[in-house]
């Protein structure tokens, strides 16, 4: 692998920015409110991480909102979530798709309810043509399980010889992987004062600049996208080469 000097060590704006949105359920119980009411003020802030990155002209956006093992929460959380996105994709499609933003989704879409998997691809379609902003929404994704996918897939083409087994490189195992011709994410941003990828990007975040924020995501606001590309920008980046 070669040195790459050129991003070493300017402090540009990061190209992809992805956010693990952690602390929903902390800021309602603060509240003396039910968690639900934090997945829905959470869906306020998703706006304000959308419109922070238009204004600093970062193309690329990707946020967590549903893990593969958020099936396991009660019924009523999972069903409340599912209504959130639904009303979400129904609500904010047709702007977001006027702000030049193009939706995309990663993660096992097969396992959401039919009108959620008809409101996916019809968002996804609307906004193909878009290029300001790829607005990439994991939903029922598991990074383990996205690297297991894409080793079948890989092992498939082998099988069918489609694929030489020495062929097999970190460029076309990334190719196979949901987030294939999205860049690697430069920032990933958790809030809520966790520190974990809890199965976030696994592949993808290799060389990601970490910004752990105490801030609860409900409360996250443009100011604090700022702060962490602020941060980033204060980075060294030397992709395991030395400083020049
Ligand atoms: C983690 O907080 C958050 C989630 C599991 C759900 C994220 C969903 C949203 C922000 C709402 C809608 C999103 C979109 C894209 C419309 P938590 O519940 O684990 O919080 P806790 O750790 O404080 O309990």
């Known amino acids: 692998m070669g040195i790459i000097q050129s991003k070493t060590l300017l402090p540009q704006i990061p190209e992809h920015v992805a ?19 934090g997945h829905e003020h959470g869906a306020k802030a998703v706006r304000e991480a959308v419109k922070g990155c238009v204004e600093l002209e970062i193309p690329y956006l990707t946020l967590f909102a549903f893990s593969s093992e958020n ?3 009660p019924e009523e ?27 995309n989704f990663i993660g096992n879409i097969n ?5 959620v998997q008809i409101l996916v691809e019809y968002s996804v379609d609307l906004t ?12 029922s994704y598991g990074g383990q399980e996205e690297i297991v996918n894409a080793a ?12 030489n087994l020495d062929d097999i490189s970190e460029e076309e195992f990334a190719s196979s992987l949901d987030t294939a011709g999205i860049p690697d994410p430069d920032l990933l941003i958790r809030t809520s004062g966790e520190k974990r990828l809890s199965n976030f990007l696994l592949w993808q975040s290799a060389y990601s600049e970490l910004v752990f924020m105490d801030v609860l995501w ?22 395991g080469a030395v400083s020049v």
């Open 111 to 115: 396992k959401l309810p039919d009108d």
């Open 218 to 239: 409900p409360d996250f606001k443009k100011e604090d996208l700022q702060q962490a590309v602020d941060e980033y920008c204060n980075r060294c980046r030397r992709y």
């Open 19 to 37: 956010i693990i949105m952690d602390g929903n359920g902390r800021w309602a119980t603060r509240r003396s409110l039910s968690r639900l009411k």
């Open 152 to 163: 079948r897939r890989l092992a498939e083409k082998v099988k069918t010889g489609e694929l």
């Open 128 to 139: 193909k043509s878009n290029s300001k902003l790829v607005l990439t929404i994991a939903l």
């Open 77 to 103: 959380e999972v069903n409340h979530l599912m209504g959130l996105f639904r009303f979400f994709i129904k609500r904010e499609m047709n702007e977001l798709n006027s702000a030049g933003v193009r939706i």
């Open 71 to 73: 099936w396991k929460r």
